[in-house]
């Protein structure tokens, strides 16, 4: 594409002042990009659950780690506390966001919990958002470039929708063996 890339996983974000590309696969998950129009610095995140349970919440109050990336209230904060770490300002900032797909029918709609969650938050913050692809049932392969706002998404219809599940299944078991910890700053 023209520019280095960072993938990102399950529970990962990331934030560059530089000419990149983000980019990861989404299936019930959700990503939200944020960046700062004016100076171009953005990231994206990639969380699996709304948020964890209130015993949770407070280790990782008392622990400084960035597994709290894992669920979508805290990847929001830090999303967007290390777009503003890095020089952006509240005012500039533009959200796009996407992925929540529903993968698969007979099972509970993890993907249907994630867009609501970021929709209030990001309402709750007064954070515009001026794109969005959401829901259905497709996977996405998902670029994002801070640098200009643009933001590519390709439904993958074609790919055996299993190993994206398989990996999601894996990683929402291994979230509860995990011990969390992680640093909130709320603004």
Not at 40 to 53: A, D, V
Not at 67 to 90: C, F, P, Q, S, T
Not at 165 to 173: F, G
């Amino acid at each position: 594409m023209g520019c280095p890339a960072a993938k990102i996983l399950p529970g990962q974000y990331y934030v560059t002042r530089s000419e990149e590309v983000i980019v990861t696969v989404l299936g019930s998950c959700v990503s939200a990009c944020i960046r700062d129009r004016i100076f171009g610095i953005g990231g994206m995140n990639h969380f699996m659950l709304p948020n964890g349970s209130a015993t949770q919440s407070k280790s990782w109050c008392n622990e400084l780690d960035d597994d709290a990336a894992r669920y979508g209230v805290y990847a929001m904060e830090l999303l967007i506390n290390d777009v503003l770490k890095n020089g952006g300002h509240r005012q500039n900032l533009e959200v796009k966001i996407t992925g929540g797909g529903r993968m698969l029918a007979n099972m509970s709609d993890i993907g249907r919990r994630n867009i609501d969650f970021v929709n209030k938050f990001l309402a709750t913050e007064g954070l515009k958002v001026v794109a969005e692809d959401l829901g259905d049932i497709y996977p996405r392969k998902v670029c994002y470039f801070p640098n200009t706002g643009r933001l590519r998404v390709k439904k993958l219809r074609t790919m055996h929708n299993g190993a994206i599940l398989q990996r999601e299944e894996v990683y929402r078991r291994d979230l509860h063996k995990q011990v969390p910890r992680g640093d909130v700053e709320i603004f």
